[in-house]
């Protein structure tokens, strides 16, 4: 049994002693993001250590990595407590994913003061690469688009552009340059989002704004295209329909409110194709609503999964996921909710293919199985990066990447860094990430074998029974 598996939850007082060395007080930036924010009154010491990588420090028992993550079904594959990124780091934030034409793969760090990007082509043994400078906040965001990557915080300074084309040959990445428009709006950003389908790039929330929205045709230069401004957004997810009725439509999702999201919490659905005049289609809300924070389409577009950032400990005591069918988008419908049982604050929901990822806060990542039940799944596989409790408090996990073609799977933790992980898929027989005929493949040439890594069941032998389990799980 590995460390990853083999301890539940620590006490306090046992996580202390398992990294005393590294735990150390940071001063930190108060740039404000939505009023009362509960991150700030929240904040906790950073974990310091040396990184940690299965590859290279080793698997199993040793290193920093031993101090106490429990988990069930993912494994850890690499670990960068914020000090690796440098001097200064106070607190991780929010991270992305970016895959070259070469097919390397990278995984994009906010941090504190900048943003990192690091190679995870081979999990176990991943580098950090370059590290851009940025102003100082507890807040930050990063997006991609063709080999460009955006940053912008709520310090302010615009957003950021990066150049990662030569991430691949010299590892290293360039400022282009800072783009702050339109002169007379804030200069803060809560959050981005691209429809990378259409090229366009949408700042969401920052000194009490809704969406700015901007063009992409110079990936290199995003051009101010204009706004939509009735009520505070904080964060969007904006689709190109390609089919059925609203074929040819951008539709953006907003996660909004009134008073910079305190007042009137719901899902609006806006028609952003024409920049000059975006139109509401639609505002659905839904019982126990606190602050409706974020959410994700599934991949057919038919339904949306909610989280609210302020619902847990107040009106629902677990980890409740809202599920909202928006199939007819001027008339949207909650058709139920979902938990876990846990009680830590869920904060952001990614879907790729039949699984959810939620980045949970002080539960860590937790994956749920689409396959069965769209409104219902059950919870499969998790990894907690914050070992003390699952309280409803604003430490751990702030968010989670999950769409590199490799299975691999990164989060950036607000106190811990980033982690880089793989999901176990029982049926992976060779550990690639999916259940396909590569697995099948070696189960048949291992057929009656006394167990072996095609036992899938453990009962001394690769027989039909194993064969089964593994057509169950087949996902490539």
Sequence with gaps: MTFVSRLGKLSAACAALAIPAFLMIATVGTAQAHEGDLKL???????????????????????????????????????????????GVQNGNSCWGWVSPNGREYAIMGLSNGTAFVDITDPGASVIKSFQPGVSSLWRD?????????????????????????????????????????????????????????????????????????????????????????????????????????????????YSGLNNGWVSPAVRIVDVTNKAAPVLMSTTTYPGARYCH????????????????????????????????????????????????????????????????????RSGVRIFDLGGSQTNPPEVAWFDTYPTDDNANFNGLWNIW??????????????????????ILRGDINSDGSVNSADLGILLSSWGASGGPADLNGDGSVNSAD???LLSAWRS
């Design 142 to 254: 990063v997006r991609t688009h063709s080999h460009y990557c955006y940053a912008a915080s709520e310090g302010g300074a615009g957003i950021q552009v990066f150049d990662m084309s030569q991430l691949d040959t010299l590892g290293t990445t360039t400022l282009v340059r800072t783009v702050n428009t339109p002169n007379g709006t804030s200069a803060a950003t809560h959050t981005l989002a691209i429809d990378n389908d259409s090229g366009y790039l949408y700042r969401a929330g920052g000194g009490g704004n809704g969406l700015r929205m901007y063009s992409l045709a110079d990936p290199s230069n995003p051009t101010y295209v204009g706004a939509w401004t009735p009520f505070y957004v904080h964060e969007a997810q904006v689709k190109t329909y390609t089919t059925g009725p609203y074929a040819g439509k951008q539709i953006a999702f907003c």
């Design 467 to 469: 064969l089964g389990i």
């Design 41 to 87: 009154r929240d904040r906790q010491k950073p974990v310091r250590g040396p990184m940690w990588r299965e590859s290279i420090e080793g698997a199993g028992e040793g290193g920093v990595a031993g101090g106490g993550f429990a988990s069930s079904g993912v494994a850890l594959k690499a670990w960068f407590p914020l000090n690796t990124f440098g001097t």
């Design 402 to 423: 999950p769409y590199f073609p490799s299975g691999t799977v990164i989060g950036s933790d607000i106190e811990r860094g980033l982690f880089v992980w793989r999901e």
């Design 294 to 361: 974020q959410g994700w389409l599934d991949d057919r577009g038919r339904y949306i999964y909610i989280n609210d950032e302020l619902d847990e400990g107040d009106t629902v005591s677990v980890t409740t996921t809202i599920v909202m069918d928006v199939s007819n988008l001027t008339a949207p419908v909650v058709v139920g909710t979902f938990t876990n049982g846990n009680t830590a604050v869920g904060h952001n929901i990614y879907v790729k293919g039949s699984r959810l990822y939620q980045a949970n806060y």
